[in-house]
């Protein structure tokens, strides 16, 4: 992979997504099997969180512990990011420490600004715009279930937001077929739609936008959900619970879908919201199947990125 940063699924080829998941494969392989593969042994990440986290903190920390290497989690709130010091300075300062950086943050444009300032890579680990290390991450599980994910009706339901942009673009990117199922004025990114249609124009992917969750569910075979409110939205909250009822992930809606359908959600999940207890216990739930699978994708973006 030629690549020094992962800021956004547009960052990557096919071939990259493809080398990315084969090397997944064969970590995931490896730590099964208890062997030790230790490519970043002294190598050191540096994980700056501006916004909470569980699945991401976690995987990057015990992905860079089982390569050998380190990770140091920072939160801006002690940082002097927050006392006034420039991403830009940040970025050099921590190039002289560190061999890698990851971040979560609010603006996409932070991240893409510590990418250009820093001579190390930068991963990027969740915007208000993007999540492709979790887009990643869905798309390797489905064809860990599955197989090949081309013909597959994969249904996301809910808000359009950074984790549908992400899907969009690597469904755009990888030919797949995805609907996004998302009340009107909640619709994913304009631009990042432009982009996704523009991409399975070449791949052949077939994508749409509708607000009817019974007709998008009808044949699923996947059910993907997220989050009605994500992080900095939270204000909007009372109105969202709202807005988005008729398109929570329940019994009824999962019962239109294929029988085999599997259910996704990139977690955490807000349950008696976007998702039920009842699917959340259901057989048909892979989500903490793929929450493991954050840990193996990420550390073959880790090996790949910082290994060289
Ligand atoms: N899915 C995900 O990124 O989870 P966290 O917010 O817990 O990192
Ligand atoms: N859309 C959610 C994803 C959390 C992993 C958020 O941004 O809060």
């Known amino acids: 992979m030629q690549i020094k940063d992962l800021i956004s699924i547009l960052d990557l080829s096919v071939a990259d997504i493809e080398e990315i998941f084969a090397t997944a494969r064969r970590c995931k392989e490896?730590?099964?099997?208890?062997?030790?593969?230790?490519?970043?042994?002294?190598?050191?990440?540096a994980m700056i969180f501006a916004k909470s986290s569980t699945r991401t903190r976690v995987s990057f920390e015990v992905g860079m512990l089982q390569l050998g290497g380190h990770a140091l989690f920072m939160?801006?709130?002690?940082?002097q990011l927050k006392r006034?010091?420039?991403i830009h300075d940040t970025a050099k300062t921590l190039s002289r420490y560190v061999d890698g950086i990851m971040m979560r943050t609010y603006s996409h444009k932070d991240v893409l600004e510590m990418a250009e300032h820093a001579t190390i890579p930068v991963i990027n680990g969740l915007t208000d715009l993007s999540h492709p290390c979790q887009a990643l991450t869905d798309i390797f599980t489905?064809?860990?279930?599955?197989g090949n994910p081309a013909g597959l009706k994969?249904?996301?339901?809910?808000?359009?937001?950074?984790?549908?942009n992400s899907l969009a673009l690597i469904a755009g990117?990888?030919?797949l077929h995805m609907v996004l199922c998302i009340p009107p004025g909640y619709e994913p990114d304009k631009g990042i739609?432009?982009?996704?249609?523009?991409?399975?124009?070449?791949s052949g992917a077939k994508l749409e936008l509708t607000n009817d969750p019974q007709a998008a569910a009808s044949d699923a075979d996947i059910l993907y959900t997220d989050v009605w409110t994500s992080m900095g939205k939270e204000q909007e909250r009372e109105e969202r619970l709202k807005i988005f009822k008729p398109y929570q992930l329940n019994g009824r809606l999962l019962a239109k879908a294929k029988p085999d359908c599997m259910v996704m959600h990139c977690l955490p999940a807000h349950r008696g919201e976007e998702i039920t207890d009842e699917v959340m216990a259901s057989q048909q739930n892979i989500s903490f199947d793929q929450a493991e699978n954050r840990l193996h994708v990420q550390k073959a973006i880790l090996t790949l990125l910082l290994g060289k």
Request: charged share 35%; hydrophobic share 30%; glycine share 14%.
């Open 84 to 86: 006034g010091e420039t």
């Open 142 to 146: 489905i064809i860990e279930k599955k």
């Open 154 to 164: 994969i249904v996301y339901l809910g808000d359009g937001d950074n984790v549908a």
């Open 75 to 79: 939160s801006t709130q002690d940082m």
């Open 193 to 202: 739609i432009k982009e996704a249609q523009g991409l399975a124009d070449h």
């Open 173 to 175: 990117k990888l030919g």
């Open 30 to 45: 490896k730590q099964k099997k208890g062997e030790e593969y230790t490519p970043l042994k002294g190598k050191s990440l």
